[in-house]
């Protein structure tokens, strides 16, 4: 029985362990940027403003 090779989730290349789950610090990084721009989001109903809690401060 073979054993399958997990591939990079960004571009599909075998990962490569250093940079687990990715193939390199490249991917690595453009998945970081990806979180930090708000490209990724969580999925769920939309919630209106006022049925959020108050910030701290408000």
């Known amino acids: 029985m073979m054993s399958a090779k997990a ?16 193939c390199s610090k490249r991917c690595s990084d ?3 940027q990806k979180w930090l721009s708000n490209s990724y989001a969580v999925p769920g109903e939309p ?12």
């Open 7 to 22: 591939k990079c989730p960004m571009c599909g290349k075998p990962v490569v362990h250093e940079f687990r789950p990715f």
């Open 30 to 32: 453009l998945d970081l």
């Open 47 to 58: 919630v209106s403003p006022e049925a959020l809690p108050p910030e701290e401060g408000e």
